[in-house]
């Protein structure tokens, strides 16, 4: 069973701190991570992806994979209160499947 | 706009009616994705399509689901004799075709289901 492991929060940050969001997977032929953001009764929106081992970052958000340790997080910086939202991380089983984690949900107070 | 689009957003219907999406996909797409997703929890995958081939499909999906993709470009997702466990959004997502790594899929808006 591929698994992928969220924390369901809530994560509290307060305004302009780091938030610091982590994923667990079990698949280690995994090859593709990806990070959504889904405001609630929306649907997720793609926000970061990752292929390699490291960093990599976009703007005020930073996606680090580590795949020895099957792990992946995301960090957001100078967080704002818009930034609350419940985080999905996503790999790929396949070449097109995704298997989801249940998600973070990150509440940002002023 | 040239995102995913779904239709309707939100539908409300009868235990044992029949109720039918669509889902329009980027255009220069040629893969297609539907997923459930009730409170909670993350997306649960239905079936893909590339082009218009359904390549896959859960078996989580009962036969009251099917899906269709007639010439590759938009889709429709039917469930016969809707249930009150039928209840949840259903998302649609599309994705281009990519060698190696890389999938980035892109959600439509979902069309909320509310079976009573």
């Known amino acids: 069973q591929k698994e992928v492991e969220q924390n369901s929060g809530p994560l509290s940050v307060p305004e302009g701190a780091i938030a610091s969001l982590n994923c667990t997977y079990s698949d280690r032929g995994s090859q593709s991570f990806f990070w959504y953001r889904q405001y609630s009764g929306k649907s997720p929106e793609l926000i970061m992806s990752?292929?390699s081992n490291g960093d990599k970052e976009d703007g005020r958000f930073t996606a680090q994979l580590n795949k020895a340790s099957q792990y992946v997080s995301l960090l957001i910086r100078d967080s704002q209160p818009s930034d609350s939202a419940t985080y999905l991380c996503a790999v790929t089983h396949s070449n097109y499947q995704l298997i989801w984690g249940a998600g973070t949900k990150l509440i940002i107070k002023p | 706009d040239t995102g995913v689009s779904q239709d309707p957003r939100h539908k409300i219907t009868k235990r044992g009616q029949n109720v039918t999406f669509r889902c329009d996909p980027i255009?220069?797409?040629?893969?297609l994705y539907w997923y459930r997703q009730t409170l909670g929890q993350g997306p649960e995958f239905l079936t893909y399509f590339q082009n218009e081939a359904q390549l896959e499909k859960s078996r989580l999906l009962s036969d009251r689901f099917s899906a269709e993709r007639p010439k590759g470009s938009f889709s429709t997702l039917e469930i016969q004799r809707t249930e009150q466990g039928d209840s949840a959004m259903y998302l649609c997502?599309?994705?281009?075709?990519?060698?190696?790594?890389?999938?980035?899929?892109?959600f439509g808006p979902g069309t909320r289901l509310t079976v009573l």
């Open positions: 255009s220069e797409h040629n893969r």
């Open positions: 997502a599309s994705s281009p075709q990519r060698q190696g790594v890389g999938n980035e899929q892109f």
């Open positions: 990752i292929y």
